[in-house]
């Protein structure tokens, strides 16, 4: 962002270019085992590196300027950046090598007709030959070995990728009185992403956008102790995404990605008509400040999830063989035209009760509506009043131990207590808009002998006007049902002391905390579960089985048991969830003086809670493992970091004849900064790819897909259910198995962060009298080019984990070094 010093009467402005070649970077750990996998396969230096990496070429250009219009009345600034970025793609994406499909066509036979051939189809045979793992299959003639490697489609031909992005600004400030300032500006931007091409190229999706945003902004001083301050704001955003993805079809722990991406076609228009007023008036000691805010929101959205079709087999052997398939698949409308009004108020005292002692007192009230009811029957909160107090004591003392500890003023201790509330975001609202009669959802489950790889064998979900059967038997997803909303909200609480020594260090340590409460989870109201898994193992259901009723086949036999048998699913969404975080945070920090600046934080703390997003499915606890207990469900955040060392830090070189000369120009001006990042790893959790509690399939198709293994704490480490492990670490329970996962939720760790970012500047002065000035810059992003095995390839287990990704953080594609270099004039 480029600002301008405000009513300046000079012409000021900025050229900046940046450019970035990863011709610079360093490989990142995909990217070298596909070097080396390459060389083995005897291509030379040149033609492996091509291989493994695409060429990448950024560049970065922004001019700004500003200056008056009138002289002391008016003034301008304006900017305009763009982002260009020409590269190749070289995706690579796990899929069978030729010897595996040799393996399988050998024993083609012994599966479903159309299964092998659909694999040949989706999955190309493997170009690449860095070994991926091997898949095991279990067939009643054996167990089938199949080796994976990777596919690169850019080895036969390189694949363009291009993204522009453009931006422009206009300011203009104008006094129209002595007491009256007015303020005007404008942003627009303009985005166009094709997507970088993927491995598996019908994957492709794009992102075009334009943003819009309008400011009037009013000041008014009505006395030297009262002021005004109005602001009106227009915003808008439009944005869709060129696809033409197939319907989604996975195969859970087989490691091949997914084919096609249930939430698409997508698109959306927002509208946002916003006007605040704020008044500040300083009497005696108290500075006190109070306003409004009314905002209008728009939402035009098509959003129809599982329009073209989603299919799960939870293994790659029921795949072959078209058995135990999920289905879900949507129609309907998609368009919701939502329309939000938002109110809050608030008013606050920054009152300096004595010389040493300032107080802060504020109260805040919100109010957000509840568009279409979230098509629940949903009411508005009305009760969100958020207090918030802090207070900061600087004791005083000169003598004594009391002197040396105070620093006569140089201490201060601070503490604060607040309450924030949360939006219900605009998701939950698309996500409730599918229920009938907008939208008929079919959800089966246990599918065998469909062929289901094929949409032309989809069963085929009525439109909702044509629907003729029960409706109170279809699907529905629900927020806050027939009841005021219990808005998210936060409490956020501190206490610590600042104290300063020498002339420019200050040490800091703080207790900080926060306490989430009715944060919004989904959690299925109409549970069910298949018979057979209740029979396995009546006592895991012993608690919830008196609230089931049976159900019952035509020959009387008990097939499955349910809340209510005559309603279909119900996924309700709600404050179920709960979130807490408690840290000390420690800061040492050296003011610039001498050329040196810096600053060194430490976070001691742990963060738990139920759920970490109302989306991203198994990964971040969406739904419960355990529907019928979901506090099992509580854990260490998947965002959780014990520990964090960060450290900031600026060194600017001793002056060379205050830059004057040719001495000067060529030797002042340099300095050196960077960024230092220490953390620990953050956590995971060990799935189940089967449905071992035989939870029926409801609105979500994972909803049985969040549960976790089980833990053999005597097994082989980081080893999974495999034919070839006789003692494994996590177990996959079997479907219908009634039992529960002893694992908890978020057990396991990535590896820690260790980062080391810096930059060299040089300034030289180009026209000194004018305060012209060029500046040069590099940048280097982890400079020691340290691997922070952060993410995790596989975390699931079946019948046949794939050993060699499974847990294994080197399987990843971490990225190392990366350098950027720019150019900027001042003027």
């Not at 291509?43 to 250009?61: C, E, F, G, P």
């Not at 995404?241 to 939430?263: C, D, K, R, Y």
């Not at 509330?421 to 599918?447: A, E, H, K």
Request: hydrophobic letters at 35%; proline letters at 6%.
């Amino acid at each position: 962002m480029q600002t301008t010093k405000s009513g300046t009467n000079e012409y000021h402005g900025a050229v900046r270019w940046t450019w970035l070649g990863n011709g610079w970077d360093a490989l990142s750990t995909a990217q070298q085992r596909t070097f080396k996998a390459q060389k083995d396969a005897g291509k030379d230096d040149y033609a492996a590196l091509r291989a493994a990496r695409a060429v990448t070429v950024r560049n970065q250009a922004l001019f700004s300027g500003g200056g008056p219009i009138k002289k002391d009345h008016t003034f301008f600034f304006t900017s305009y950046d763009f982002d260009r970025r020409r590269s190749t793609a070289s995706p690579i994406a796990v899929t069978i090598s030729p010897q595996g499909y040799q393996v399988l066509d050998a024993n083609a036979s012994l599966f479903a007709p159309g299964a092998v051939d659909f694999l040949k189809k989706m999955y190309p045979a493997a170009n690449d030959p860095t070994s991926r793992g091997t898949l095991n299959v279990s067939t009643p003639a054996g167990t089938l070995a199949i080796p994976l490697q990777q596919y690169n489609p850019s080895l036969q031909s390189p694949l363009p990728y291009a993204r522009n992005f453009h931006r422009g600004l206009m300011r203009v400030d104008t006094k129209l009185t002595s007491k009256d300032n007015l303020a005007i500006r404008y942003v627009i931007d303009d985005d166009f992403d094709p997507g970088s091409p993927p491995a598996l190229l019908y994957n492709r999706v794009g992102q075009a956008g334009r943003n819009q945003n309008g400011t009037i902004n009013h000041v008014h001083v009505v006395s030297p102790t009262l002021l005004s301050e109005a602001r009106a704001v227009y915003g808008r955003r439009s944005f869709h995404f060129p696809e033409n993805l197939p319907p989604q079809l996975s195969i859970t722990g087989s490691t091949l990605p997914t084919i096609g991406n249930q939430n698409y076609p997508q698109f959306r228009t927002d509208n946002l008509y916003e006007f605040n007023n704020a008044w500040t008036w300083t009497r005696s000691r108290h500075t006190m400040r109070w306003g409004a805010n009314v905002l209008r929101y728009q939402l035009n959205s098509f959003f129809a999830p599982s329009t073209m079709g989603v299919v799960t087999y939870p293994s790659m052997a029921d795949f072959l063989f078209d058995r135990n398939a999920d289905f879900t698949q949507y129609a309907g409308t998609g368009l919701t035209p939502a329309r939000t009004t938002e109110f809050a108020g608030f008013l606050g005292d920054d009152w300096r009760a004595t010389s040493t002692l300032t107080l802060n007192l504020g109260i805040r009230y919100e109010y957000t509506g509840a568009p279409f009811g979230y098509f629940s029957n949903a009411k508005a909160d009305i009760n969100n009043w958020a207090p918030r107090f802090g207070f900061a004591w600087s004791p005083r003392g000169t003598d004594g131990l009391w002197g040396k500890i105070t620093g006569n003023g140089k201490l201060a201790i601070r503490g604060g207590y607040a309450i924030s509330y949360d939006q219900v975001f605009q998701n939950i609202l698309l996500n409730n808009s599918r229920n009938y009669p907008r939208g008929v959802t079919v959800t089966l489950s246990g599918l065998t002998g469909m062929k289901l790889w094929d949409a032309k064998n989809f069963p085929t979900p009525p439109k909702p006007e044509d629907y003729k059967g029960d409706p109170l038997q279809l699907p529905v997803r629900l927020f806050s049902p027939n009841k005021r909303i219990s808005q998210p909200y936060g409490q956020q609480f501190s206490l610590g002391f600042e104290r300063q020594f020498r002339e420019d260090y200050a040490f800091r340590m703080f207790y900080v905390g926060t306490r989430g409460v009715k944060l919004v989870r989904e959690v299925e109201q109409n549970i069910g579960f298949q018979a057979a898994a209740v029979n396995a193992n009546p006592g895991a259901y012993a608690s919830i089985l008196p609230s089931l009723k049976p159900i019952t086949n035509a020959a009387g036999a008990v097939t499955s048991y349910k809340r209510d048998p005559t309603r279909g699913s119900i996924l309700v969404g709600d404050g179920y969830a709960q979130s807490v975080y408690h840290s000390l945070q420690v800061t040492v920090e050296k003011r610039f003086r001498q050329g040196l600046q810096f600053q060194a934080n430490y976070t001691w703390s742990a963060f738990i809670n139920d759920s970490d997003d109302i989306l991203g499915g198994q990964a971040n606890r969406t739904l419960p493992a355990y529907p019928f207990n979901i506090k099992l469900d509580r854990g260490r955040s998947a965002f959780d970091q014990p520990h964090r060392f960060v450290a900031n830090y600026i060194y600017q070189f001793p002056r060379v004849r205050d830059g004057r000369g040719l001495v000067g120009r060529l030797a002042d001006g340099y300095a050196i900064a960077g960024v230092t990042t220490i953390n620990k790893g953050t956590p995971y959790t060990i799935l189940n790819s089967f449905n071992a509690l035989g939870i029926l399939t409801g609105q979500i198709s994972t909803i049985h897909l969040s549960q976790r293994a089980s833990y053999n704490p005597s097994g082989e480490p980081k080893t999974g259910t495999n034919p070839t492990i006789t003692n494994p670490r996590f177990i996959a329970n079997p479907t219908n198995s009634g039992i529960i996962g002893n694992l908890g939720a978020n057990t396991e760790r990535v590896g820690r962060t260790v980062n080391f970012d810096f930059a060299l500047t040089k300034d030289t002065k180009t026209w000194a009298e004018r305060n012209h000035s060029l500046q040069l810059r590099w940048e280097v992003f982890n400079a020691f080019n340290h691997r922070n095995f952060n993410q995790v390839p596989s975390n699931t287990v079946s019948s046949s984990t794939v050993l060699s990704t499974f847990m294994n953080l080197g399987f990843t594609d971490v990225g190392g070094r990366g350098m950027i270099f720019g150019a900027r004039y001042i003027f």
